[in-house]
């Protein structure tokens, strides 16, 4: 399927497991430089887990961060909208991992009683809902499946820095382009949505959540992954460290392709 055939899908499930035939997810962290990404995010969620907590990972991709916390003996709990990513998972699961997979919608987490988790990962959804009253709905199931004491996590795709990265790595003439609105430098919301650091604050502020931390989860590494993927070891670990200083000083936020939102009620 062509990008452009994928406007044409008004279903949004239909769309969003049309995308994923596209962009391939379970190779999405693979590289030195995707990979900042994921160990940002375990060692922000490490910060927090104690022995025995439960975790949701609602949108859960292809069971990275679901996985990860298994192997670990955490009790994880997957919900994935794409079927094929839900076979996936299911394919990688080990006999010995306390992991429950399901598909199902962000938008609908009935199948589980009010405080049922201490942790909820909230990765994948907020990359897709458009309409605002879904973005609410997604968030008000997050907190009402969250603990009262729990933590949750909300991944955004940081507007303002995706201008840079498709001018600077994928279309030099993107800025000549109508990909987004030269007044506002609001990218066009497709083939995900885009979320500036300030509209993502307000998303959990006006549903009374509380924002303990602000990371910039993959910081600089789209922008210059051709070098970081070509690091040794030893200097791709010293990379790492440098970036994990980095992604926790307001002044880097703004220029990571994904911010990641530590919240409690």
């Not at 899908?9 to 969003?16: A, K, P, Q």
């Not at 994948?124 to 605002?132: I, Q, R, S, V």
């Not at 030269?182 to 924002?211: A, M, W």
């Amino acid at each position: 399927m062509k990008m452009e055939d994928l406007l044409k899908i008004e279903n949004e499930e239909e769309r969003v497991s049309a995308i994923y035939e596209i962009f391939d997810e379970d190779s999405r962290l693979s590289s030195k430089a995707t990979r900042v990404e994921f160990l940002t995010t375990v060692r922000q969620i490490e910060k927090y887990l104690k022995p025995n907590m439960k975790i949701l990972d609602l949108g859960a991709g292809t069971g990275e961060y679901s996985l990860y916390f298994a192997n670990k003996g955490y009790e994880v709990t997957s919900i994935e909208l794409v079927e094929k990513h839900v076979d996936i998972i299911r394919e990688k699961k080990k006999s010995n991992m306390n992991l429950d997979i399901f598909q199902g919608n962000a938008l609908d987490l009935s199948r589980f009683p009010d405080s049922s988790f201490d942790i909820v990962l909230c990765f994948g959804p907020l990359y897709h809902l458009e309409n605002m009253e879904d973005r609410y709905k997604c968030i008000e199931e997050v907190k009402r499946v969250c603990k009262d004491d729990g933590i949750m996590f909300f991944a955004f795709i940081n507007n303002d820095m995706v201008i840079v990265t498709e001018t600077m790595c994928y279309q030099p003439d993107y800025l000549k382009g109508n990909g987004y609105d030269s007044q506002t430098f609001k990218v066009k919301d497709f083939p995900f949505v885009f979320t500036t650091i300030n509209q993502g604050r307000e998303l959990l502020y006006n549903l009374g959540l509380t924002i303990v931390a602000e990371i910039a989860s993959d910081g600089l590494s789209e922008l210059l992954a051709d070098k970081i993927d070509e690091m040794d070891d030893e200097s791709y670990q010293l990379w790492l460290n440098y970036h994990f200083y980095c992604s926790e000083k307001p002044e880097f936020l703004g220029t990571s392709n994904h911010l990641l939102f530590v919240a409690q009620r």
